[in-house]
C-alpha cells in the first residue's frame, strides 16, 4: 500500500489533515517557545559562525527546540509521512526555510541531495542521526556524507536539564521541566573528509554521549 505523505493526501482528507497539522504544528511551537523563555539556557562555548551540520540525539529533540527555537538560513531534512505535518508546521515556525522530504528509506537519498545542495549555498542544517526509528544513539552515515560532501563541518550538540521528564517511546526523549536550567555542550568543528570518516564517527559519537 502506498504511503500517505504530506504532499500527496487526498483531497477529500486535505481540511482534516490541515487542521491537525497547523493545530498541532502551533501547539508544538508554543511548547517549545514556553521552554526558551521560562528555561535559563547556557552554552558551553559560542557557536561557530557560519554553515554548520548539527548533530543531536533524536532523544534531545525537545531539548533542541527548546535552544534554537528561532534560526536563520536553515534547511531540515524529515520524514514525509503525513503524521508528521506538526513538525514541518513548527519548522516553519522556528524559521527554518526548506523542508526536504525523505528519510532512511523513504526517499532518503535524495532528500540528502538536496540538504547538501543548500549547504552549498550557505545554509546550515540540524539532523537526529539515530533517527527516524533507531537503534537509539548509534550514529547513522548520513550525516557524515553531508560534511563531506559539502565541506560544511559538523557541530555535535549535546543537552542536559536539572529538571525533566523522561517519556517511554523508543528513543527515550527527554522534556526539560519548565523554569529549569538547561546546558548545551558544542563540540568542536569536525570536518569530515573521505580519511577521517572512522575518526569524525568516533568523536561525534563521543561528545553526544559525553563519554
Not at 103 to 126: C, D, H, R, W
Not at 184 to 204: G, K, M, R, Y
Amino acid at each position: 500500500m502506498k504511503m500517505i505523505r504530506v504532499d500527496n493526501v487526498p483531497w477529500y482528507l486535505k481540511p482534516l489533515f490541515l487542521l491537525f497539522g497547523y493545530g498541532c504544528g502551533i501547539f508544538l511551537y508554543l511548547w517549545v517557545r514556553l521552554i526558551t523563555l521560562t528555561c535559563r539556557i547556557s552554552y558551553s562555548r559560542p557557536l561557530p559562525p557560519g554553515p554548520a551540520i548539527y548533530c543531536i540525539w533524536h532523544k534531545d529533540l525537545v531539548f533542541y527546540f527548546g535552544a534554537f527555537s528561532q534560526v536563520k538560513m536553515s534547511v531540515w531534512m524529515n520524514h514525509p509521512a503525513w503524521y508528521m505535518k506538526p513538525v514541518h508546521v513548527m519548522l516553519r515556525m522556528t524559521g527554518v526555510e526548506h523542508i526536504c522530504l525523505g528519510s532512511s528509506g523513504n526517499s532518503g537519498k535524495a532528500a540528502l541531495e538536496n540538504v547538501i545542495s543548500y549547504l552549498k549555498q550557505g545554509f546550515s542544517t540540524t539532523i537526529a542521526s539515530d533517527g527516524p526509528a533507531g537503534p537509539p544513539q548509534v550514529l547513522k552515515p548520513g550525516v557524515l556524507w553531508m560534511s563531506r560532501d559539502s565541506n560544511v563541518p559538523v557541530i555535535a550538540l549535546r543537552f542536559s536539564a536539572s529538571r525533566g521528564i523522561r517519556l517511554g517511546a523508543w528513543d527515550r526523549k527527554f522534556v526539560p521541566a519548565l523554569f529549569s536550567k538547561v546546558m548545551v555542550e558544542v563540540s568542536d568543528s569536525i570536518q569530515v573528509t573521505d580519511s577521517n570518516i572512522d575518526a569524525a564517527t568516533e568523536l561525534i559519537t563521543r561528545h553526544l554521549d559525553g563519554v
